[in-house]
């Protein structure tokens, strides 16, 4: 495999933040392909997200995650998107390190809008708003701690978002 083998960009950030529609608009307009963790782990066990956390529970999915997302950080050249909560185990961060990360920051008021009340969200069923405060309040510091960009999505269009990404990649 060769040594820089990378992807252009990772997403980060909370359930509603728009990471994959971004991703998606991103791969565009670079001309690269786009991947997304989430995806990767329901077509490698032919399972939902949301019935691995039923069935096999969290802490099973999570280990998944740091798997998908280690090869993922090691074999993909495009966009990467990754769950919102990857980045909360320590592997993941570490993995992080000496990539380029954009945290897409949203709002609660936001989030909680364009999340709705998908059951598709396990950790976010219930009353979501309650729900998505806590996730957010819990994990804004490490979006932060791995990013090497951090973007407002509140108020603004997917395209928009990915315009300022590309800006910042130069």
Same mark, same amino acid.
């Given at each position: 495999?060769?040594?820089?083998v ?13 990471? @994959? ?21 329901? *077509? ?14 969290? /802490?099973h ?9 280690? *090869? ?22 570490? /993995?992080?390190?000496?990539? *380029? ?9 936001e /989030?909680? @809008? ?52 590309? *800006?910042?990649?130069?």
């Open positions: 495999m060769t040594a820089d990378r992807p252009v960009v990772v997403l980060v950030g909370p359930p509603g933040a728009g990471k @994959s529609t971004v991703a998606a608009l991103l791969a565009e307009s670079l001309g690269v392909e786009v991947r997304d963790t989430d995806t990767d782990i329901e *077509t490698a066990t032919g399972t939902p997200i949301a019935d691995l956390f039923v069935t096999h529970g969290e /802490a999915f999570r280990a998944l995650e740091v798997d998908a997302v280690a *090869t993922a950080l090691g074999e993909h050249r495009g966009v990467l998107a990754l769950g919102g909560g990857a980045v909360m185990r320590d592997e993941t961060q570490a /993995a992080l390190r000496g990539h *380029t990360v954009v945290f897409l920051d949203v709002g609660l008021a /989030a909680a @809008s364009r999340v709705g009340l998908s059951s598709a969200r396990p950790l976010l069923l219930g009353n979501v708003r309650s729900q998505m405060k806590a996730l957010l309040d819990s994990r804004r510091p490490t979006y932060e701690a791995v990013a090497t960009h951090v973007i407002s999505t509140d108020g603004r269009t997917p395209t928009e978002v990915a315009e300022e990404i590309l *800006t910042l990649l130069g």
